[in-house]
């Protein structure tokens, strides 16, 4: 029995995004050249891989064993020919990634020290800057991926990275760090620190308080999340935060809780230039910042 890497990869890629488009999409061939190379790995088995509906498409029994045999020969495969090329051409390889500064100065350093551990022959190099210029960068082909609160857009493929949550920071007056949860509705006629309006989860937060009809007396309106917290420790007022910038509060005598009725979700996506492949390294080290902010969002018991 004889068969290619290639269709194994579309098997574990079909198998990886539930989804035909999705997959033949990473594998930069159209669906129909897709199934093609499923059906031929199936008549050489002789047995069906997925079962499929027009809404879904999910593992047989035979296809889930085929699975859990052949990844682990799959990501050795990939490993060596990494290593391979890396001896042929005497260089080591470099991913560059692109996010917002308080992401990048709070939570990608320690990521990128931890992953060198692992992998000391790649290395990651950091731009922080703005959602515009993040976005522009990944469509010139500056960066592999960026992180962010992206909209959807033209040629660039947005994939949601990770699910986080609002809080609301105030002052610490010698109080615990965290305090119990706060409903939407007891920030009314409170000074309210705030970002400017092009932040996404600043707009979020402001059809929030909207929709809810809790009026906050307006403070400052500044540029940087690192700039809210500091006039927020000041005392200046509170400031509603996603969950990712506890990171950023660690060192700041300010009381984080999250804030309820209702709990508000904001998606981290990441973004990728449509019209080029991924590379392997950047995907690699996307599955371990996963890991690495799950790890870490689960210490501090918040979404």
Same mark, same amino acid.
């Given at each position: 029995m004889e068969f290619t890497s290639r269709q194994l990869r579309a098997f574990h890629l079909v198998a990886q995004h539930r989804s035909f488009a999705r997959a033949a999409e990473?594998?930069?061939?159209? #669906?129909?050249? @897709?199934?093609? @190379?499923?059906? +031929? @790995? +199936?008549?050489?088995?002789?047995?069906?891989?997925?079962? /499929?509906?027009?809404?879904?498409?999910?593992l047989t029994a035979q296809g889930s064993d085929l699975l859990a045999v052949t990844q682990p020969g799959l990501r050795t495969l990939d490993?060596?020919?990494?290593?391979?090329e890396q001896a042929a051409t005497g260089r080591n390889k470099y991913i560059s990634i692109g996010t917002t500064p308080l992401?990048?100065?709070?939570?990608?350093? +320690?990521?990128? %020290?931890? $992953? %060198?551990e692992h992998r000391p022959d790649l290395h990651v190099r950091l731009f922080d800057g703005f959602l515009g210029e993040i976005l522009r960068c990944v469509q010139g082909g500056k960066l592999d991926f960026g992180l962010?609160?992206?909209? %959807?857009?033209?040629?660039?493929? /947005?994939? #949601? $990275?990770? /699910?986080?949550?609002?809080?609301?920071?105030?002052? &610490?007056?010698?109080? =615990?760090? &965290?305090r119990p949860a706060t409903r939407w509705s007891t920030l009314g006629g409170q000074t309210l620190i705030?970002?400017?309006? &092009?932040?996404?989860?600043q707009q979020l937060i402001d059809r929030q308080l909207g929709?809810?009809?809790?009026?906050c007396k307006r403070g400052q309106t500044v540029n940087l999340l690192d700039t809210q917290i500091g006039l927020v420790e000041a005392d200046e007022g509170i400031g509603i935060i996603p969950s990712f910038g506890m990171l950023a509060c660690r060192n700041r005598k300010v009381t984080v809780s999250e804030l309820i009725e209702p709990i508000v979700n904001l998606e981290l996506y990441q973004i990728s230039n449509r019209g080029r492949k991924l #590379?392997? +390294? =950047?995907?690699?080290?996307? =599955?371990? @910042?996963?890991?690495?902010i799950a790890s870490w969002v689960g210490d501090a018991g918040v979404l």
């Open positions: 990473a594998l930069f061939i159209t #669906p129909s050249g @897709l199934s093609v @190379l499923i059906r +031929e @790995l +199936e008549r050489q088995l002789g047995f069906r891989l997925f079962d /499929r509906t027009t809404r879904q498409v999910g490993a060596a020919m990494l290593r391979i992401i990048a100065a709070n939570v990608l350093p +320690e990521a990128i %020290r931890q $992953f %060198r962010g609160l992206f909209k %959807r857009v033209p040629g660039v493929r /947005r994939v #949601p $990275f990770f /699910r986080f949550s609002l809080m609301v920071i105030r002052s &610490n007056k010698g109080g =615990a760090t &965290n705030s970002l400017t309006g &092009n932040y996404p989860h929709k809810l009809g809790v009026v #590379p392997e +390294e =950047a995907k690699e080290f996307s =599955a371990f @910042l996963k890991m690495y």
